[in-house]
């Protein structure tokens, strides 16, 4: 059974586009991460999300809206693609960091791999 | 605000030792974190620092020296499958308990 699953893995669309990541995890954790790599393999935190709540925005354009329907899904919609919105899509997932002494490992997913042409 | 450091490429031997040092500035500090991610794959996670000293599992090893923000990941015994990069990553309470990603060493193991 697949921990962090995403979807899709690959994606490629033209500029202007509307497109949605989904993303689930089965493992009971209550923070949902979205992070983006980019070609020079940054992985930058855009959004987390604490049972349902937003919790971390980081300077993100207002063109990517996440939706988290409930604690174990963490969608990420993004409008009018452009073409420097290029990069891989890591969602994650881990128990609530700070709530515990533990280190609340982020677990990631596969990852999705966004081409705007 | 956080700057994490890590060297970006590194090239070792197979059967040798390689370290990885990562130096950081954060607000505050509540772990550090590595990860290995081989190429299009995800970030997998490898060690966890929070208090000063080494850690060690197995052939990776990671230390923690939060006085001098510092940690390194050592890596022994090298496999050809241990070519990947590393990531350091370090949680900061002050920026809501976020982790923050280094750029990433890529390791090169050669035969």
């Known amino acids: 059974d697949t921990a962090v699953s995403q979807t899709p893995k690959y994606l490629v669309t033209q500029m202007g586009n509307d497109k949605s990541i989904k993303c689930e995890q089965n493992?009971?954790?209550?923070?949902m991460y979205w992070y983006k790599q980019d070609s020079k393999k940054f992985l930058k935190i855009m959004f987390s999300?604490?049972?349902?709540?937003?919790?971390i925005n980081e300077t993100v354009p207002n063109r990517f809206s996440p939706k988290s329907p409930d604690k174990a899904h963490l969608n990420l919609h993004i409008n009018s693609l452009e073409l420097g919105d290029s990069a891989v899509y890591f969602c994650?997932?881990?128990?609530?960091?700070?709530?515990?002494?533990?280190?609340?490992?982020?677990?990631f997913g596969a990852g999705s791999r966004l081409t705007v042409l | 605000g956080q700057n994490i450091d890590q060297p970006t490429e590194m090239t070792a031997t197979e059967g040798a030792i390689v370290q990885i040092n990562c130096t950081y500035q954060?607000?505050?500090?509540?772990?550090l974190f590595w990860y290995q991610q081989h190429a299009g794959e995800a970030p997998t996670f490898l060690s966890y620092?929070?208090?000063?000293g080494l850690e060690e599992k197995g052939r990776f090893s990671s230390f923690l020296s939060r006085s001098k923000g510092y940690s390194y990941l050592l890596l022994k015994e090298l496999q050809m499958k241990d070519s990947a990069s590393y990531l350091c990553?370090?949680?900061?309470?002050?920026?809501?308990?976020?982790?923050?990603f280094g750029g990433g060493t890529r390791v090169l193991v050669k035969p």
């Open positions: 954060t607000s505050g500090f509540n772990g």
């Open positions: 990553a370090v949680r900061d309470p002050a920026a809501g308990n976020k982790l923050t």
């Open positions: 620092n929070v208090l000063d």
């Open positions: 999300y604490n049972n349902k709540e937003l919790i």
């Open positions: 994650a997932s881990s128990q609530a960091p700070g709530t515990s002494s533990g280190a609340n490992v982020l677990t």
């Open positions: 493992l009971g954790h209550d923070t």
